[in-house]
C-alpha cells in the first residue's frame, strides 16, 4: 500500500502540493487528474523520490520512502512517462531488459520476461526486438515503454500521463490494452491524466486535485453520481451517462451474432435473411469479413462473400476489452447499428447492438 499523509512540495515560493493525504491499496489502479499545475505530476515524482517532499511523510508497505536508497526504491517500482524516454542507441529488447540487467538477472530470464512482455502488448517479439526506437511509430514506442516499466515485474507502476503524446484512436486502443493487462497482472498502479474519460475508463479510484489540493477521492462511479461541488460537476462534464459507457465492458453486453461463411452460396445466405435482418460474414478461420442483408442479394454474385458490403475488423469491430463507449463510436464512425466483437485475431464471437446500448 501507498499512503501520503500530510504531504506538501514548495518550489520557490510557491506550493505546488498543500497537505496531500491519501492512501492507494495493493492491486488498486488510482488515477490522479486535474487542471494543468495541480500538482498531478508532481505528486507522482514525489513518490518515487525524483524529488524530495517539503513537508509530510510517504510509506510504502508502511515503510517511510526517506529510509530507502534512492535507487532501491526506484528498482521496485516501474515508472512509465508521456515522452516514452527510451534510449536511442538501444535496441528494443536492450530497453525492456535494462532495469533487469541491474538487478542481475540471466540473460535467458531477461530474454524470456522481454518476449512475454512484447506480446503482451500486441508487439511480435521476433519483429520488434532487434528494432531501434527511431523505427516505432508513436503508439509502439508507448507499448515498448510500457513493457519496460513491467520488465522486472515490481508491485507498484507508477505513469505519468503514459498516452499523452499519441493519436485519439491509438490512446483508444492502448487504453483498452492496458485495461486488460491491469486485469491480469493486478499490479497496484498511480496513473496521472488530464484526461476525464481517460480516469473514468481505467481507474478503481480516481482523485481530484485543485491547485495542490484534494477535492475528491473516490470510486468514478461516486463521483459521476455525487461529486463533490460545482469544480467536479464542471470538471467532468455534462456528457455523464456518455462517460458511464466506458465502465462497461463490451464482454458483458454480447450478444450471439448471425453468420455465415464467405464461401456460401448466396441462396444459402437469402435463407437466413428470412429471420435475420442482416448476417456478418466470416471467412474460414471465423474472421469477420463484412456483412450481407437484403439488398445485397439484389445482384447477381454466387457466394456470401463476393455480395457482402466489405468491413475492416480492424477500424470497426471491438473485442471483449474494449467499452460500450468504443463499441458506440465504432458504430457511429461506420453508420452501422451493430458492431462485431472478434478476438485478437479478428475472429467473430458475437456482437453489441445499438439496443444493448440504450439499454445499459
Known amino acids: 500500500m501507498i499512503s501520503l499523509q500530510q504531504v506538501t512540495k514548495v518550489f520557490a515560493g510557491r506550493t505546488a502540493v498543500d497537505g496531500l493525504s491519501f492512501d492507494v491499496e495493493d492491486g488498486e489502479f488510482c488515477v490522479i487528474i486535474g487542471p494543468s499545475g495541480c500538482g498531478k505530476s508532481t505528486t507522482l515524482r514525489m513518490i518515487n523520490r525524483l524529488i524530495p517532499v517539503s513537508g509530510g511523510v510517504i510509506t510504502i508497505g508502511g515503510k517511510d520512502i526517506t529510509t530507502y536508497r534512492a535507487e532501491e526504491l526506484r528498482r521496485q517500482i516501474g515508472y512509465a512517462i508521456q515522452s516514452v524516454g527510451l534510449f536511442p542507441h538501444m535496441t528494443v529488447a536492450q530497453n525492456v531488459g535494462v532495469v533487469p540487467r541491474l538487478l542481475g538477472w540471466h540473460q535467458t530470464r531477461i530474454r524470456d520476461r522481454t518476449g512475454h512482455l512484447l506480446e503482451m502488448l500486441n508487439l511480435d517479439p521476433g519483429i520488434y526486438s532487434a528494432k531501434y526506437p527511431r523505427q516505432l511509430s508513436g503508439g509502439e514506442a508507448q507499448r515498448v515503454g510500457v513493457a519496460r516499466a513491467l520488465a522486472a515485474d515490481p508491485s507498484i507502476l507508477l505513469m505519468d500521463e503514459p498516452f499523452g503524446a499519441i493519436d485519439p484512436i491509438t490512446r483508444e486502443a492502448l487504453q483498452?490494452?492496458?485495461?486488460?493487462?491491469?486485469?491480469?497482472?493486478?499490479?497496484?498502479?498511480?496513473?496521472?491524466?488530464?484526461?476525464?474519460?481517460?480516469?473514468?475508463?481505467?481507474?478503481?479510484?480516481?482523485?481530484?486535485?485543485?491547485?495542490?489540493?484534494?477535492?475528491q477521492h473516490d470510486t468514478p462511479e461516486n463521483i459521476m453520481t455525487n461529486p463533490a461541488g460545482r469544480?467536479?460537476?464542471?470538471?467532468?462534464?455534462?456528457?455523464?451517462?456518455?462517460?458511464?459507457?466506458?465502465?462497461?465492458?463490451?464482454?458483458?453486453?454480447?450478444?450471439?451474432?448471425?453468420?455465415?461463411?464467405?464461401?456460401?452460396?448466396l441462396q444459402s445466405a437469402a435463407r437466413f435473411l428470412l429471420e435475420h435482418p442482416y448476417l456478418w460474414v466470416v471467412d474460414r478461420n471465423g474472421r469477420v469479413l463484412g456483412w450481407l442483408d437484403k439488398n445485397d442479394l439484389e445482384g447477381a454474385e454466387p457466394t456470401a462473400g463476393l455480395a457482402m458490403s466489405c468491413l475492416d475488423h480492424r477500424t470497426a469491430a471491438v473485442t471483449t476489452e474494449s467499452t460500450l463507449k468504443e463499441a458506440l463510436s465504432r458504430m457511429v464512425q461506420q453508420g452501422i447499428r451493430s458492431a462485431p466483437v472478434v478476438d485478437r485475431k479478428g475472429a467473430l464471437l458475437g456482437e453489441i447492438r445499438m439496443e444493448d446500448i440504450l439499454e445499459a
Open 176 to 215: 483498452t490494452e492496458f485495461a486488460r493487462i491491469q486485469k491480469e497482472l493486478r499490479k497496484t498502479i498511480v496513473f496521472v491524466t488530464h484526461d476525464i474519460d481517460e480516469a473514468i475508463r481505467l481507474a478503481t479510484r480516481i482523485i481530484i486535485l485543485r491547485e495542490g489540493k484534494l477535492v
Open 231 to 265: 469544480f467536479v460537476t464542471e470538471f467532468i462534464g455534462t456528457d455523464r451517462a456518455l462517460k458511464r459507457l466506458s465502465r462497461l465492458g463490451a464482454g458483458d453486453y454480447m450478444k450471439k451474432a448471425p453468420s455465415i461463411a464467405d464461401s456460401e452460396p
